[in-house]
């Protein structure tokens, strides 16, 4: 089932979202609905928080269901290692419309359960990597416009207000 994807400014966008204690048959009916939302939608994740689930849980494929190995569920990941630096343009689902350039780590490495409850470590560079830590992010959360700073966080937060406003958000 596809769920409405919850923009900037809902309550539980912006809370830490807690652990997976079982993987359940209502855990399997999310991860589908988590992989079909993000591929509707469509974008290359979603974590569970941007459809209302306060549970550490995110899909990720950058082939946007293109290749058919780019599928990644994470359940309670978290990271074993990051380093170095990439500076891209990123954008998210919950805040369309805009984007702006985040310093992530270049490589990161993330451990986490599958949908069947076993430890995969997951290593990643590039999109991935960055694909990684946005949606890790979004499991504390954080968006992408809270690691703005200055002007640039405050011209993406006064727009997202006027169109709250006008009932355009
Ligand atoms: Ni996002």
């Known amino acids: 089932m596809i769920r409405p994807i919850l923009k900037y400014g809902d309550a539980v966008l912006h809370e830490k979202a807690q652990v997976v204690e079982a993987i359940t048959p209502e855990i399997a009916r999310l991860v589908d609905d988590m992989i079909h939302t993000m591929y509707a939608a469509p974008g290359v994740g979603l974590a569970a928080p941007q459809i209302g689930?306060?549970?550490?849980?995110?899909?990720?494929?950058?082939?946007?269901?293109?290749?058919?190995?780019?599928?990644?569920?994470?359940?309670?990941?978290?990271?074993?290692?990051?380093?170095?630096?990439?500076?891209?343009?990123?954008?998210?689902?919950?805040?369309?419309?805009?984007?702006?350039?985040?310093?992530?780590?270049?490589?990161?490495?993330?451990?986490?359960?599958?949908?069947?409850?076993?430890?995969?470590?997951?290593?990643?560079?590039?999109?991935?990597?960055?694909?990684?830590?946005?949606e890790m992010d979004h499991l504390d959360g954080t968006l992408f416009v809270d690691r703005l700073r200055g002007i640039k966080r405050d011209l993406i937060v006064r727009k997202i207000r006027k169109l709250s406003r006008a009932g355009k958000w």
């Open 53 to 134: 689930v306060p549970l550490r849980v995110f899909v990720v494929d950058i082939s946007v269901g293109l290749d058919e190995k780019g599928l990644r569920i994470l359940i309670n990941p978290e990271f074993v290692e990051r380093d170095g630096t990439q500076l891209e343009d990123e954008g998210c689902l919950s805040v369309p419309g805009f984007t702006a350039t985040v310093v992530r780590p270049s490589r990161a490495v993330v451990k986490a359960l599958d949908r069947h409850g076993q430890e995969q470590q997951h290593e990643a560079t590039g999109l991935l990597a960055r694909a990684f830590q946005h």
